[in-house]
C-alpha cells in the first residue's frame, strides 16, 4: 500500500475538471485598473479603452469559467492505491450523504459507495466521461439521503447492488410505497450473503462489515491491503450515528460494534464516513467522546454530532 502521505491526504481534482481559479485570481489582466475607468470618461473610446475593455471581458469570462470549474460536486481524487486504483469523493450535497467511488483505470471498472443526489449524480457523470464501467453500487444503509440516486445506476448500468439483506427488505418496502416499480432493485439481487463477505474486481477488494445501531443492518465497508474503511454513518469524526431515527438498534449495539469490528482495526487506519470530514482509528479511539470510555454509558453532550443527520430518513 502507498502510504498516506500528508500530500495524499490533500484532495485532487479529479481530471476533467481542472480548476481555473488560480488562472482567474492570479491573473493581473483578470482585473482591470481604475485609470482605465477614467480614461473612458475623460478623453472618449480610445485604443486603449478599448484594450481595457477587452481585457475586463476576458479576466471576467476567466473569473466565470473559474466559478464553474470550483463546483464542489467535482470528484476529489483522495488516495491512490500501489496497485493503481484509486478513490474519488464527491462530498455530501444538501440531502444527500459523501459519494465515494472507487476506480481500477486500467481495468476501467468501478464500485460507487453510497449512491445519494447530487453527489451520487456528479460522480456517475465523471465516471461515464472517463468511459467506465460501474461494477458494484455499495450501500451502507438503506436510509433515503444514502441511495436517491440508487434508480440511476439500475437504469444506467447492469451494476450488482450490495447491501445487506434486511436494509434491502426496507428499500424494497419503501419503494413500494413511493410508487416505484421494486422489480429493478429484486433483479439485481442482494450480493451480501454473510458478514464480513468481500466483493472483488479488478485489483480492488472489500469486506463488509456488519455494524447494526444506526440502522438494524448497516455496513461499513474496509478496502483490504489500504488501510481504509468505509464506515457509513455508524462512525463519525467525533461522534457516531443517530440511534433515535426508526428503525435503528440502538447506541449500546452501536457502540459494541464499532468497538468490535472498527476499533480491532489498526490505529493508522482511514476512516471515510458518509457525512463529514474523514479521521483514522487511532483518532477516534483516544478522543471520540461516545467511544473514549468503556465504561460510560450516559451520553455524552455531543457538539460534533452530525447536524446533516437530522431528520435521515
Ligand atoms: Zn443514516
Redesign the pocket.
Known sequence: MRPLSSQAHVPKRAAGFRSRRRLAHDDPRGCPRRENARNRHTIGLTRRTYAGWLVAIVGAATAWSGIQDSDPAAPLLIHESTTGAQLFLVPEQPGNANCYALVDPAAKQAAVIDPGGRSSQAMADYLRSRGIRVRYVLIT?A?T??VSHLDYYLTHTQADVVIHPVELQLLRDRRKSNGHDPDGLDARGCLLRTDEQTIEFAHVRLKALLIPG??LASLAYSWVGEDIVFSG?ALFRGSI?RTDLPGNAGEACLVAYIRAKLLSLDDRVRVLP?HGASTTIGRERTANPFLRDERRTKRPAAPNRQPD?SG?Q
Open positions: 444503509h436510509h439521503d444514502h444506526h440502522t454513518d450515528g458518509g443527520d435521515k
